[in-house]
Antibody, heavy 130, light 110 residues
Framework: QVQLQGSGPGLVKPSETLSLTCTVS??????????WSWIRQHPGKGLEWIGS???????YYNPSLKSRVTMSVDTSKNHFSLKLSSVTAADTAVYFC??????????????????????WGQGTLVTVSS | QSALTQPPSASGSPGQSVTISCTGT?????????VSWYQQHPGKAPKVIIY???KRPSGVPDRFSGSKSGNTASLTVSGLQGEDEAEYYC??????????FGGGTKVTVL
């Protein structure tokens, strides 16, 4: 059973960089069928996709956050990370890491796209405050 | 990219059905069959209940069903049960390899 465990500081000062790590267990981060993703949820609000990264390092970021986001993968530790720079109070949120299932081989051996978040971490509350 | 549009709330009595809409554009919902739906209970992580518009992951009751017409996807919960009271989010993969979510719909079981 795949499990994702997010970790990192729960309190970050304004203008500093938020750093979170998500450790994957029960499966390899090197699998070609998945992107590894970060999603956040502001208090009492909806879900916001931050970005997704492939084990090779190829990444896609939400255009609204792209200038401040950096994601990375460490295959030796089977974990991936998020850095969000120049944070403000508006970045206070629960940050979820999740596995984005992107493709699979069907019964005929053809590679098919799929695209959905199949496993989620428990969420890490990050508060931006001095 | 703009968020997908969902009604903020929906409700039904036990045993009844409720349908939630999710409206996007031809660049996301209308352009690809990669719409998924997530159920989130308070304080918990979301859980996928529908993917690729209508497919259910193993373990998800067949009371949950999905469909799509044009730029609008829909989730129907039939035979409402108390445990179905939760927030529901739609999501779509987009042509730019981005992901967009809906604003969420709070389902109340009366």
């Amino acid at each position: 059973q795949v499990q994702l465990q997010g970790s990192g500081p729960g309190l970050v000062k304004p203008s500093e960089t938020l750093s979170l790590t998500c450790t994957v267990s029960g499966g390899s981060i090197r699998s070609g069928n998945y992107y590894w993703s970060w999603i956040r949820q502001h208090p009492g609000k909806g879900l916001e996709w931050i970005g997704s990264i492939y084990y090779s390092g190829s990444a896609y970021y939400n255009p609204s956050l792209k200038s401040r986001v950096t994601m990375s993968v460490d295959t030796s530790k089977n974990h991936f990370s998020l850095k969000l720079s120049s944070v403000t109070a508006a970045d206070t949120a629960v940050y979820f890491c999740a596995r984005y299932h992107s493709n699979y081989y069907d019964s005929s051996g053809f590679l098919r796209g799929t695209y959905y978040f199949d496993y989620w971490g428990q969420g890490t509350l990050v508060t931006v405050s001095s | 990219q703009s968020a997908l549009t969902q009604p903020p709330s929906a409700s039904g009595s036990p045993g009844q059905s409720v349908t939630i809409s999710c409206t996007g554009t031809s660049s996301d919902v209308g352009g690809y069959d990669y719409v998924s739906w997530y159920q989130q209970h308070p304080g918990k992580a979301p859980k996928v209940i529908i993917y690729e518009v209508f497919k259910r992951p193993s373990g998800v009751p067949d009371r949950f069903s999905g469909s799509k017409s044009g730029n609008t996807a829909s989730l129907t919960v039939s035979g409402l049960q108390g445990e179905d009271e939760a927030e529901y989010y739609c999501s779509s993969h987009t042509g730019s390899n981005y992901v967009v979510f809906g604003g969420g719909t709070k389902v109340t079981v009366l």
